[in-house]
């Protein structure tokens, strides 16, 4: 994997579609970047609205859940530690 792009997110899911949206339509080979999406904590409103999108071979959508809600900088330093790709972007 050449590029893993961590989106940390929290209660805003249609945003998040929109920046998915946006990602998912870059003039990059899809097969060579991945996008993790991670909810600052428990958030079913997001998990059922980009549920479709993980059944999607390409790119790979992966979608982590926090057991509570931090603040910003834990979603995205859990996002780096499930990110295999050579660069990181968020």
């Known amino acids: 994997m050449k590029i893993s792009v961590v989106i940390p997110t929290y209660r805003r899911p249609r945003l998040l579609l929109r920046c998915l949206d946006a990602v998912r339509n870059q003039n990059f ?25 993980t059944n999607v071979a390409s790119p790979v959508l992966k979608y982590f859940q926090l057991p509570e809600k931090k603040g910003p900088a834990p979603p995205r330093k859990a996002g780096w530690r499930q990110a295999p790709g050579e660069l990181i972007g968020f």
């Open 29 to 53: 080979n899809s097969a060579e970047y991945e996008i993790i999406v991670v909810s600052d904590g428990p958030d079913i409103t997001t998990l059922e609205g980009i549920q479709p999108l």
